[in-house]
């Protein structure tokens, strides 16, 4: 399956289980053998001293009388060769003897580790009189006898000097091969190896829970993944286990909430543009039709003037007598000429409301797109007053009572006026002339922003009709239906303005008592 059509495949194939097991595995295998190194170090560094202590006992056994060494002089060491040969080969050890002069006097080889030890040089023989740094070691094993062990050439040796130094008896050499200490470290690596493999296998053990206990919130949130892929778009990750994955859990819950948000915003999008496309097919269907209808009348008028036209251009040809009466009555048909007239006033009339349309759908297309205003510290109050003027002519037989307070606000003073036209001329077409009255009111609040109110007389808004006065095209039912000759986006053009300051636009109305539609900059 491929990672495209599965995207868990590859944890699947590669699961994070497996990933840390192994490497928890890893590292208890570098463990073990650092500790293995560590131990075999210090077992090797163990059995060098040992055989060193080893050769330094064998001496002294050998030696068994060593108060006599004070007595001795150096024919007397001498002398004496043969018996301290014979108790240090007794032990098996590779063993010469020198004289003060350095000179080899005697030598027996091991049987079970034949080798040639390094020979005695002066170098040595002061060393065995004062103590070096290093690993070399000066010891003082009885009075009038001092040695130093070293390595060298994969030789364990002891250099002895009996006697002072500045009257040295002789000098007695030990050693043996370093591979002889070897089966003793194999066996021990081998053990160390046995008892590796089985702490091994039982941490291997122990791993499993150990591994899989932090991992199972992991496993919750996948199968929760899966079930979210499936569908169940409503569900969200639990918030479980450690920190990184609550954490984790948190953000793509918070991802999913926003996605949903944006998916639900969308489809509400796309269902209030197909109803925006609906409606405006619907308004523009309107007038197309009425214009498109007076035009064929139009047409028809014109080709039956034609045709009289004809008629009489023909009998005139003729020669027949026309009688003026008749002429004027074919030429001056005043009820033909008052139906083209209206026609044409009515072709003018909806040609004026699709101008209007297409100028309100226009204003909102470039609010849609995120048309920014263009502000200025203005007062909301001297606007109002600047359009007193256009707002008395429009209003007709309609009173309209300001309220205004001088009120500063951030906006774009063009957007504003617009704003005060659209609420004045909808609270106009909902009042009955002669009767209605309208009061626009400009106010300041506590939070510094400013409110401006328009209100009318009319019939009202009815309460679950309020949210939606607002959409586009909407129409309420009843006595507020829109007049034919407004476009019915007015009050949608000012609550997209508001938004674009940052505002709202909210209607207060009851049935029978007229409505109040604010909006707060």
Request: with cysteine; aromatic share 6%; charged share 20%.
């Amino acid at each position: 399956m491929s990672t495209s059509s599965d995207p868990f495949g590859a944890l699947r194939g590669r699961s994070v289980f497996r990933a840390l097991y192994l490497r928890y595995a890893l590292v208890i295998v570098v463990l073990l053998g650092l500790v293995g190194a560590v131990q075999y170090q210090s077992l090797h560094g163990a059995l060098l001293i040992a055989g060193e202590n080893s050769l330094v006992i064998a001496l002294k056994d050998a030696l068994a009388h060593p108060s006599a060494l004070g007595k001795l002089t150096p024919e007397g060491f001498r002398r004496s060769t043969p018996q301290l040969m014979k108790r240090l080969s007794a032990r098996g050890i590779n063993v010469r003897l020198y004289d003060n002069g350095m000179h080899l006097i005697s030598q027996t080889v091991s049987r079970y580790d034949p080798v040639d030890l390094v020979p005695l040089t002066e170098q040595i023989a002061q060393l065995t009189g004062r103590r070096v740094a290093g690993p070399s070691l000066t010891t003082s094993l009885i009075t009038g006898l001092h040695a130093y062990t070293m390595e060298s050439q994969g030789q364990i040796l002891l250099f002895a000097r009996v006697g002072p130094s500045s009257r040295p008896l002789g000098y007695v050499e030990l050693g043996y091969e370093e591979r002889m200490i070897y089966p003793i470290l194999r066996e021990q690596a081998a053990q160390f190896l046995f008892v590796s493999v089985l702490i091994l296998l039982l941490a291997s053990a122990l791993l499993l829970p150990v591994v899989s206990a932090p991992l199972k919130p992991l496993r919750l949130l996948a199968r929760t993944a899966e079930r979210i892929r499936a569908g169940a778009f409503q569900e969200r990750l639990p918030l479980i286990g450690s920190s990184e994955t609550v954490q984790l859990a948190s953000v793509i819950n918070d991802a999913l909430d926003q996605l949903a948000a944006a998916v639900q915003k969308e489809s509400k999008a796309a269902k209030k543009m197909k109803e925006f496309v609906s409606a405006a097919s619907h308004e523009l269907r309107t007038p197309l039709t009425a214009v498109s209808g007076f035009t064929d009348v139009l047409l028809r008028r014109i080709g039956m003037y034609e045709a009289e036209a004809a008629v009489i251009q023909k009998s005139l040809a003729e020669g027949e007598n026309l009688s003026v009466p008749a002429l004027r009555r074919a030429l001056l048909d005043t009820e033909k000429l008052e139906s083209v007239r209206k026609g044409m006033e009515t072709i003018q009339q909806e040609t004026a409301r699709l101008h209007a349309l297409v100028r309100d759908l226009l204003q909102l297309a470039r609010l849609d797109e995120g048309l920014q205003p263009n502000r200025a510290r203005v007062n909301l109050a001297e606007i109002v007053r600047e359009l007193q003027p256009q707002l008395s002519v429009l209003s007709g037989d309609r009173s309209i009572t300001y309220r205004l307070e001088d009120t500063m606000v951030e906006c774009d003073k063009s957007m504003v006026g617009q704003i005060i036209y659209n609420l004045v001329m909808n609270a106009i077409q909902y009042t009955a002339s002669g009767k209605g009255r309208i009061w626009v009111e400009v106010t300041g609040g506590a939070d510094g922003k400013a409110r401006l109110s328009v209100r009318d007389n009319g019939v009202g808004i009815e309460e679950n009709q309020l949210g939606r006065i607002f959409d586009r095209f909407y129409r309420a039912s009843g006595a507020r239906d829109r007049d034919p000759g407004g476009s019915g986006l007015g009050l949608s053009i000012v609550a997209a303005i508001a938004e674009a300051h940052g505002g709202t636009a909210w209607a207060e109305s009851k049935p029978g008592e007229g409505a109040t539609i604010m909006v707060e900059l």
